[in-house]
């Protein structure tokens, strides 16, 4: 199986960008669909991006399509969400996920089979 690990959550100003990371380890991210989910306090988690195996088509939420962008490395096994135009509203504990055995896309949190620990994102006025 493989284990994510996020990185890059912090605290910026609405407007700013950042670039959250998704390490995979013990097997290679390029046999998952990955995606990126976000939890705010009190609220459930809800999809924010995906990109599949191949040829790494993408998909994103209403919500940060045009600002949010995901996308993989293979070769450093990672994938990343390029986050900008922060909005408060973006606030949240943000979860990468891996999906196996499918090439599909999906925005469901159920259809992800590994999840990382989180980082968190914190966007101020």
């Known amino acids: 199986q493989v284990q994510l690990v996020e990185s890059g959550g912090g605290l910026v100003q609405a407007g700013g960008s950042l670039t959250l990371s998704c390490a995979a380890s013990g097997r290679t991210v390029s046999r998952y669909a990955m995606g990126w989910f976000r939890q705010a306090p009190g609220k459930e988690r809800e999809f924010v991006a995906a990109?599949?195996?191949?040829?790494?088509?993408?998909y994103y939420s209403d919500s940060v399509k045009g600002r949010f962008t995901i996308s993989r490395d293979n070769a450093k096994n990672t994938v990343s969400l390029q986050m900008n135009s922060l909005k408060l509203e973006d606030t949240a504990v943000y979860y990468c996920?891996?999906?196996?055995?499918?090439?599909?896309?999906?925005?469901?949190?159920?259809?992800?089979?590994?999840w990382g620990q989180g980082t968190e994102v914190t966007v101020s006025s």
């Open positions: 990109i599949n195996r191949s040829p790494g088509n993408t």
């Open positions: 996920a891996a999906r196996d055995a499918t090439p599909l896309l999906s925005a469901y949190p159920s259809h992800y089979d590994y």
